[in-house]
């Protein structure tokens, strides 16, 4: 699929084309005391990607951090492919890439290849990474006033730089909710939900190395593709959980990620209700 994203503040059009997502590495215990397993990549159920041709242009920033900033995505049918003329599409959002950031999607894009069966119920649907040459002479708007940043130290990025520095990247993603609020993220009420998510991704032998209260965001409300629920809960979950860029494989078993996952989680809550404590001080 190529990907036609119209700039609302410039009169070029890009032309995205798929990319290969590259996992982080990942991390292996070797003489560990820990439970090992072998590493493995689940096998995909999807088809083959179809030439098809998706265009769009950016709508309103939905969401930013240090990696990329976010947009609704407003399709444009005439300049679509005919076959997804009637097709029933969910709402979309593209992550796109910061400066000097491109290669930060590649990893994130793979593990949600790793995460298939969580798509649409634990974690977004992802549709795809895609790439684009940004040209010298155009001021692409969703870099203006990014700073061009190091690449991090983090011993599971990628073993090296694939792609160039006027590449951008983006993720085509479904759209989801906004950012729950403090007063409902640190409820003792939601937290067997949020623990039964992270048992679902560490099922897949991922631990997210990101996790924080604004990667946790309300599920889509009227979603216009089929939900599953997970077996760890007996409904719908009303969440998802995002930003996996840092995610990485590890050789540890399932029990033993999510308990590392849970662990974390008490501190992330411990931190939100810290803060959450903070700001009638600071009225």
Same mark, same amino acid.
């Given at each position: 699929?190529?990907?036609?994203?119209?700039?609302?503040?410039?009169?070029?059009?890009?032309?995205?084309?798929?990319?290969? *997502?590259?996992?982080?590495?990942?991390?292996?215990?070797?003489?560990?005391?820990?439970?090992?397993?072998?590493?493995?990549?689940?096998?995909?159920?999807?088809? /083959? /990607?179809?030439?098809?041709?998706?265009?769009?242009?950016?709508? =309103?920033?939905?969401?930013?951090?240090?990696?990329?900033?976010?947009?609704?995505?407003?399709?444009?049918?005439?300049?679509?492919?005919?076959?997804?003329?009637?097709?029933?599409?969910?709402?979309?959002?593209? #992550?796109?890439? %910061?400066?000097?950031?491109?290669?930060?999607?590649? *990893?994130?894009?793979?593990?949600?290849?790793?995460?298939?069966?969580?798509?649409?119920?634990?974690?977004?649907?992802?549709?795809?990474?895609?790439?684009?040459?940004?040209?010298?002479?155009?001021?692409?708007? /969703?870099?203006?006033?990014?700073?061009?940043?190091?690449?991090?130290?983090? =011993?599971? #990025?990628?073993?090296?730089?694939?792609?160039?520095?006027?590449?951008?990247?983006?993720?085509?993603?479904?759209?989801?909710?906004?950012?729950? /609020?403090?007063?409902?993220?640190?409820?003792?009420?939601?937290?067997?939900?949020?623990?039964?998510?992270?048992?679902?991704?560490?099922?897949?032998?991922?631990?997210?190395?990101?996790?924080?209260?604004?990667?946790?965001?309300?599920?889509?409300?009227? *979603?216009?593709?089929?939900? %599953?629920?997970?077996?760890?809960?007996?409904?719908?979950?009303?969440?998802?959980?995002?930003?996996?860029?840092?995610?990485?494989?590890?050789?540890?078993?399932?029990?033993?990620?999510?308990?590392?996952?849970?662990?974390?989680?008490?501190?992330?809550?411990?931190?939100?209700?810290?803060?959450?404590?903070?700001?009638?001080? =600071?009225?």
């Amino acid at each position: 699929m190529s990907l036609n994203a119209q700039n609302s503040e410039s009169s070029i059009d890009l032309v995205f084309q798929r990319e290969n *997502p590259v996992g982080n590495v990942p991390l292996v215990y070797t003489n560990c005391r820990r439970a090992t397993v072998d590493i493995t990549t689940p096998r995909s159920r999807l088809p /083959p /990607p179809a030439n098809l041709r998706l265009s769009f242009s950016l709508g =309103q920033e939905i969401g930013k951090g240090t990696v990329g900033r976010v947009f609704e995505v407003n399709i444009i049918p005439s300049a679509s492919s005919s076959r997804l003329q009637g097709r029933i599409l969910p709402p979309l959002a593209v #992550k796109i890439c %910061r400066r000097s950031m491109v290669n930060t999607l590649l *990893p994130e894009a793979q593990n949600y290849v790793e995460m298939e069966m969580l798509q649409g119920h634990v974690i977004p649907r992802c549709y795809g990474l895609y790439s684009a040459t940004i040209p010298d002479d155009m001021a692409f708007s /969703p870099w203006v006033g990014d700073v061009v940043r190091s690449r991090s130290r983090d =011993q599971h #990025k990628l073993e090296e730089e694939l792609l160039g520095p006027n590449v951008v990247t983006i993720l085509l993603m479904e759209r989801v909710g906004g950012l729950v /609020p403090p007063q409902l993220f640190t409820n003792p009420s939601i937290l067997p939900e949020i623990q039964a998510m992270y048992k679902d991704i560490s099922l897949m032998g991922i631990y997210h190395a990101d996790m924080a209260a604004n990667n946790v965001v309300f599920a889509p409300k009227h *979603p216009a593709l089929p939900v %599953r629920t997970s077996p760890h809960w007996t409904q719908r979950y009303q969440f998802r959980i995002i930003d996996f860029h840092h995610a990485f494989k590890v050789n540890l078993t399932h029990p033993t990620i999510a308990g590392d996952h849970f662990a974390e989680l008490k501190m992330v809550l411990q931190e939100a209700l810290g803060d959450l404590h903070k700001q009638p001080e =600071q009225l």
